[in-house]
Each structure stands twice: as structure tokens, then as C-alpha cells.
């Protein structure tokens, strides 16, 4: 088994190379043509003229081919911002775009060679790691050695793989051009699923699912004796192939508007955006559907589904972000800062997040019923800054690039305002808590170790207390850990929830706080 | 309320949780706590997860440094040298001095030593302390052939997952002819036992140490056993008990037993000096079946506690409730409520069941009239609440097995083990119970039982 695992891990690391080389494997020759082909009509013939340099020179990387692109275009939107004719200003990125259609390489001669030999090679190595290294050890064994690994414990491993994510992140969200020889391997596959071109965010979902679906074996593999981690993870796996990737790819081929069922306001943030209220209600029954799915989840379904099984059953049985950190991210569970300080930090961050989020959504309802008239443009800025911010930088280059540094829930702990408001229903009106067992805690702390939100689950179970915490995602890894059998994941009665009083059974002498 | 000065000797689980509560109760009194092991109060149990990388030292500590300032606790790490009862100070190894008003002795256990010709040689030790683990992470961070552990009981058994984890081969010499045979039944000790030989642990039953062997170097070499064998080893895990930690105590005016002599307030032979946690010795035992030496972690929590409300309130004697106590052998889960002695009793029924792939078991004792005493389940978890109220009230059997479906304390989707407990259960006493059906939802996740 040894041997298949070094295999699996020489394979993965081999596609990761490929991966990470073909992006450099390109060239680039621009034509008027493409330019007219890629570019919108009102951009068309400006761009055309000014990009006019370009045509027929070759450019041996991505990286020329951007710099001379910017050279040209850049200067002409820069006068206009100078002369804040902000109107006339060039907003759209076209840059991906003609990267996408102007190169050449070996990704886009041989798209499939080129998939199966980077991602394909990555999928396989690490189902075969997988399954030879899984070894025997029973769940409850599973997490030695965490801190003896350089990859899971801050080593040099884990900063490269950090710094890898954190690098990946902002190329695709601030220089995706860069990316445009990846997309093109995907491009049959988009073309299957949706009938249209790929884009970055096409190639991410691929990866993002790929990658929640690999690692979701291994945690059934690690935790086979666990039928609560291995449900959560069937459903986390589910989700994201059939609700985050394929139903919109293939809404997209039925010609509907794009859409994530499981979605939900305010993780989605542009949920209320103009341009998304515009095309739900220019989409037929389905479109109105869409828009009225979407507020019954925020109006209904958070609160209801939260009542009865509290925040887990989205956020680690359902939610997209949750899946990767519950799979890919679960070798990194143990990294969280457990220190009453980041708890503090916690409660303002992920409730200031939540806040903008509201102040923002309301703003942008509020001018779009008023046609625009109360704040014009105004709320366009709002989103940028938003989308930026939080939606790129906290939820993107944090959140995952962050798996190595600070635990695989930094994100859904300090930034998520759908997990805040989540948070609020399971703290305030719920039915789930982690029941404490009598007086059998030893204070170990491998629960509060290997809690991935930095809760100090031990401070509560050593007091023979229930833990209700708004930021408890209910994965179940306390009660997995546990040497002692001390903790369950319930949903029950709301009284004696919460014990204020509380009271270690054992002790007849007394009775008293602990 | 008062402003004098409570001297703890100890910073474990019963010192902490007197000083805890202590404070609590008491505003204004100056509180400070003595170690040399470790200048914040850390997780004894959680030793072994530092060793196997499952947790860093900090995460045994369940109290940010913050708390004690806080809770003007304050902490003094040094090693007591003697205490003179007269003048009411301690002298510390390095001379120093420090008066108290009230002591309390919580100076917790040292492994049991047996005389064993070689038992001072590097490479033997223990495992209690800080120090014990250092130590051995030390010895065991070179290459070692092989590791033997002498003692068949929860430590001994840590020490070989321990070992196991770096991959160094352990035989487990055990005397008694079953695995801590003091506390488990024939058919416990059995399953437990093939488990540990799971691992490919060398466990050899009725063997006992007679020797360690040294090299040139003073470190031990070999162990040689009381089958006469000699055991190439490069570490010894002491693990056949522990005694009181009390020896700089002795040769003065308190009286000493094995451990300090107290009574059911805690009180020692002399004035304003008290006990508590596995140092104490009860004059008698706290409570039917009890021990005179408490030497568990609860109990030692359960000690402090009371002793701190003593101080507080008017005084209350000790008196533990309903015997309770949980362990972990390698992957398997051991818990126990009431009495379940480990031989077969006269005037106590048995019921036992154990599943078919030998790794879950399920015990229960009643009285003649079929009142439960006690439990003791491996493998499987069982809820505090239920079972210290269903002995507490001396339910039947038989609403035992009736209800034993909240007695469960399994995560969620777990196969209901209870279901077949309950069918064996009215194959063995008849009786009316209903046995629980599995859900459709059982049904459809295929819940093997």
C-alpha cells in the first residue's frame, strides 16, 4: 500500500506541475477580427482602433500579450478617468477575453491530453494517496500526527501550500487573463454542460468540485466508523456537483439565467443586485420562481431549518464554502486560534460583515424601487467595494488561502454574514446543542484543539455545560475526538438548553456553579 | 469572607478546582498555587496526545494565562522542600520561604516502583508528569528496537498507543491473568485484550518484570521476565499503579499513611492543614464500596470542590454520588455507572451482551429483586443523566431496558446497538419490554447493529 500512495502522491504532484506550467506554454496573435468578435458592440470600434499596434505582432507569453494590451488601453480610460467622464469609461475587463481567443498553445490544441495530464493526473493521485494511505486506524485514532506534520502544522509545507492557494486566488480574481490557457482545456466540457464558452469561474467550479469530491473521500475514508461525518459529507459533495456546478451550467443551456439553488442571501450578495432583480423578472415563470426560492430561504428557510437542526444543516451538510473547508480543509481543522481574543474578534468582524451586508442590500433595494433616484450609480460603488472586500478578498484569498495559516473556517468564523445571521437563529431560537454528558469530562481539550471554529468546547464540558454557540457549524468533530464520550451533537427541547447553572453530576455532597 | 492566605501545594485538577471555587466563594482570601511541574495547570490525561501529535502542549492547558491574573490566583513554580507546621511556612528547594494561613496538600500521585533490580537505569520510567512525558519523548526520538511495559492497567495502556504511534514494537507484560483485571469482567478483558493484539502489541498475560538489565552506559538493555525470558528493550513504562506523592512530608508531625490521613471534611491530623485528590487518605472510605485513596480524576475534582464550599458555607462532609468512570483502550470506549464488580457476585444477576464483531459490549448487574446496580459498556457511549438517575432510583431491569434508548449517548445515525441489547435482554428475563424497531431512516442507512 506504501508503494500505491507514493505513486498516488508522485501523480498528484506531477499534475500539479502541469497545472501550475501550462498557463507559461502559450502564445498570443491578435486580429481585428477576434477584437471584433470578443468585444461588445459599443465597444467595438474604439477598441479596434486603439488596440490597432497589436495586430499581427506575436507574443511568446500571457504576459506580453497583457503588458502590450495594457500599454494601448490602458492610457485611453485613464485620460477619461482624469477627465471624470465616468460614463465614457472603458469598465468591462476584455483583457481574458482576447487573451482566451488570441492564444495558442498546447492547452487549446489538445484540450483533453491537457486536462487529463494536469487536473486528471491531480483527481487520480489523490484518490490513490487516499485510499492506500488509509490505512486501518479506527476514526478515533484519526488525529495523531496533525501536529507532527510540517503540511498540517505551519511547516514549510504548509506555508508553500498557503502561499500556492493565496497566489491562485488573486490571479483569478484581479489577473484571470492569466489563466486563459487553463480555461481553454475546460472549454469542451463547458461547451457540453452549458453550450457556451468557459470562463475562469467555470474553470474554478470544475476545480472547487473536483476538490470537495477527492477529499470527500478521504474523509470517509478517515472517518468509516462515523456515520454522521460520512452522511455530512455525501451531502456537502452532493451539493456542490449537482446545486453549485451542474443545475446552472445546464440552466445556462436551457437558455435560463444562471442560478445556485442552495445559494442564499447574504453569502450571495448580489442576490438584490439590479442586474439580478432585472433578469429573474425578464425570465419567465422560471426567473420569478428563482426570485421567490431565493427570499423564502432567507425568510423561511434559515430560521425554520435552523430551529430544528441548528446552522449545520447549511453550513456543513449543504453550503459550498463549508464543503471545501469540511474536505480539503479538514487537515487544517486544528489551526483555528482558540483564544477568548479571537472570539472577541469574531463577534465584531463577522457581525460588522453582516451589517455592510444589510446596509448594502438595503440601499441597492430601496434605489432600484426608487428608479435610481435616491442614490444613482452611488450603489455601484457600494458593490464594487463589497465584491472586492469581502467577496474576493475575505471569502476568496482569506478564507482558502488562509487553510494553512489559520485553520480551514476563517472565513465562515470571521467573515460569512449568511453564518452570522445563521449564528443568531442557533443561539437565540433553536433546538440544537452539544449535550455535555454528566460529569464525565477529563479536560483533555482534544475538542477544543480540534474545533475547526475556535470554540473552546472543553470550557463547557469541563463545567458539565451545554455548548450553544451562534458560530457551532455542528460538524461533529468534538464528539468524534472525544476519549471520554462526553459530547453529542442533539437537537431537543429549547428548555434546559442552555445551563446557566451548571451542575457536574457526581458530587452529592454538594450542589453547586461550576 | 476573609483575607487570609490559602497555600495550595499542587497545581492539578483538585488544586485548581479548589482554588477555582475558592474564589468564587471568597472574594477577599489570597490565593496561591505551588508547582514545580509546570507553571500552569495543564490536562494530566491529555499527555498522550502531545506525545502522538494530537495536540500541542498549550492545548492541555484549559485556562489562558490570562485567567489566573484575573482571578488573582497567584501561581509560584517551585518545588516544596518541607513544610514546618509550627511556624505555618513551606521552605522551597531554593531556600526561599512562604508563610500560609490555610494549606491545602494536593500534591497528586507518583508511579508506584516495585524494588526491581535496575529500575533506576535511564530508559525506565513512568508516565504522570511533564517531566515523564519529556523524558520519554526524548528516549523514544532515538531508534528503539522494541519497548516493554510492565502493568497491566489504563496506563499501561496508554503508553502502548503511545508507543504504537512511533511505530516501536511494545510487549505488555501484565501479572494478573487478564487486562486490568481489578475492574473488568472475564469477557470485557477479552474483548479488550484482542484489541490490543489488534495493534500487534506482544501482550503477555500472568508475566511479571524481575529485572532490568543495563549496558554499558546505564541505560536499560533488556528486561528479563518471570518466565525467565530475556526482552531486549531500549524503554521500560513503568505502569503497575500509582502511591501517593507525599514523601517530603513524611518525618513530620502530620500523619501519613500511604497517603495524608484526612477525614470526610478533608481535615488532616493537624490544624488548618487539609488533603485532597489522590495524595488524601480517608480514614474511611467516603462511601459504600469506595476506596480510602481516590485516585481518579473526577474524584480529585469532586474534592476540591467540596473542600472549597467548606470554606465558604458551613461545612458539609464528602460524600460522592452515584461511581462513574471512563477510559479509552486504543479505539474502543469504556465507560461505567454504579457497581459492576469485575468477578461474578452471589445475590447479583448478570446480563451481558456483547455484538458480533467483538469490539461492543453492554453489562448490567441487578439485585436479587432486578434493581440495577451498575453498568459498564465498551465500545459504545451511554448517558450520565440516565444511568445516575436510573441507579440513584434503583429502577428495574427491565424500565432500564425499556427506556434504553435515551440512556444512548451515541452521535447521531450511529447503529442503535440498544435494539439488540433489548432483545437479548427479554430472551434472558422475559418481562414486558417493548424492544425498539429500527426507524425507516435506520433502515435506509443500512445501521448494521
Redesign the interface.
Known sequence: MRGIQVIGLVLFLVGMLVFTTLPFLSSYRLTEALVQDQVNEIHREKLAELLQPMYGQSYPSSHAFLTAYSSNFDPYNEELKAKQAWDQVIWDDYGFALAKAAGEGPARSYPWTSLALSIGLVVLGGVLFQFAGSGSAHTSLAHTGVFHSSLKNRGVLGMLTGTYLIGFYVILYWFPAYLSPLVWMVEPIAQFLSGGPASQWFLYGLVYTLAIGVMGIRMVLKYRDNKYQQLRTASVVFFQTAFAFLIPEVLVLLNKPYFDFKNIWPLDYDFFYDYQIDTFISSGGLGLFMLIWGILLIVLGVPLFTYFYGKRWYCSWVCGCGGLAETVGDAFRHLSDKSLKAWKWERWMIHGVLALAVVMTTLTIVNYFSSFSLLGQVTNQLHSIYGFAIGSAFAGVVGTGFYPFMGNRVWCRFGCPLAAYLGLVQRFKSKFRITTNGGQCISCGNCSTHCEMGIDVRAYAQQGQNIVRSSCVGCGVCASVCPRGVLKLENGPEEGRIHEFPILIGNDSIKLRS | MSTRHFVIIGNG?SGITFAR?LR?GDAQARITVISGESPYFF?R??LM?VY?????WE????Y?P?FWKKNRIDLKQAWVKTVDFETKSLVFESGETLNYDSLVLATGSKPAFFGWPGQQLKGVQGLYSKQDLETMEAITSQPIERAVIVGGGLIGIELAEMLT?KKIPVTFLVRENRFWEQVLPESEADLVQKHIRDHAIDLRLETEMKEILSDSNGNARAVVTSAGEEISCGFVGIATGVTPNVDFLKNSSLAIGKGVKINSYFESSLPDVYAIGDCAEFENPPGPGRRTIEQV??SG??HG??LA?NFCNTP???????W?N???F??I?Y?TYGWVSPEPMDGVQDFFWAHRDGKVSFRMRLDQEGKVLGVLNLGF?????FF?RAIREKWFGEKVMQELGKGV???????PYYQEIQAAFQRQFGGAIVPSKKSFFQKL?G?SQ
Request: no cysteine; aromatic share 20%.
Open positions: 485538577v471555587h468564587k490536562s490525561t491529555a496526545y502522538m501529535g494530537q495536540m500541542k492545548h492541555t492547558q484549559p489562558e490570562h504511534y480524576w473526577y475534582r469532586m470542590e467540596t464550599y458539609v462532609t464528602y460524600q460522592p454520588g452515584v462513574f471512563s477510559a479509552k486504543f479505539a470506549e465507560q457511549r451511554l448517558r450520565h443523566e445516575d449517548f451515541d452521535p447521531e445515525f450511529y447503529a442507512l445501521s
